[in-house]
């Protein structure tokens, strides 16, 4: 199967800090990457879909400024939590579809603002 | 709009017992139906998906999903439960085609008991 990797799994920052997630389609382009937030013990939040050569597409009551979205190459994806604070402290999770119609979720980051 | 509903928030279930995993969902198309597991602290893993065809559709892990039209239905079952299913249980509802965009219920907590 398809295979996403995220990096890191785990940081820890600052508040007032930014703070950049990478996500990697390992074995497979991917023109469009999705980003997710899950917050303790609920669903996964859409946040935002990064597309290869535009624009990412922020979903409603996502701050694009906040959470920048860069999608480099065919199989990279960056979110960039920016002035970070507490309440950005979640499980970041990213996904790319791969055969048609399928998500594959990469491990997510565990992100805590002090 | 899309959206799915898992009634059950929390489900626990003795070793070797039977399991079924509730799934609704609100769309308004032929849906593309999946069921994701995690496990704490993970990222999400595809257990199994309809597209079309066969409304009995087999997954990983010894699971199987049934597709209900009448009932906008996607259960999710195992026969008989190992301690290692405990994890959180995700249905998902996409568009499908170009449009990879999931909705996703708020997931089923499944708890094994020896």
């Known amino acids: 199967g398809a295979v996403v990797s995220q990096h890191p799994s785990r940081v820890i920052c600052k508040s007032g800090t930014s703070v950049k997630i990478e996500c990697r389609s390992l074995d497979f382009q991917a023109t469009t990457m999705f980003w997710y937030r899950q917050f303790p013990k609920k669903s996964l939040m859409l946040m935002a879909t990064?597309?290869?050569?535009?624009?990412?597409?922020?979903e409603q009551g996502v701050e694009k400024d906040k959470f920048l979205i860069n999608h480099a190459s065919l199989t990279l994806s960056t979110l960039t939590v920016t002035s970070a604070h507490p309440e950005d402290s979640s499980f970041y999770i990213c996904?790319?579809?791969?055969?048609?119609?399928?998500?594959?979720f990469g491990p997510g980051t565990r992100l805590t603002v002090l | 709009a899309q959206s799915v509903t898992q009634p059950d928030i929390h489900i626990t279930v003795s070793e070797g017992a039977s399991l079924e995993l509730r799934c609704n969902y609100s769309?308004?198309?032929?849906?593309?139906l999946f069921w994701y597991v995690q496990s704490p602290g993970q990222g999400l893993q595809l257990l199994l998906k309809y597209f079309s065809g066969d409304t009995l559709v087999q997954g990983i892990k010894g699971f199987e999903a049934e597709f209900k039209r009448s009932q906008s239905s996607f259960n999710l079952r195992k026969p008989s439960v190992h301690w290692s299913d405990a994890a959180e249980y995700f249905c998902a509802v996409g568009a499908g085609g170009v449009d990879y965009k999931l909705s996703f219920g708020a997931g089923t907590t499944v708890t094994v008991r020896a």
């Open positions: 996904s790319a579809p791969a055969g048609g119609d399928t998500q594959y």
């Open positions: 990064s597309n290869e050569g535009s624009k990412a597409t922020y």
């Open positions: 769309y308004g198309a032929t849906p593309y």
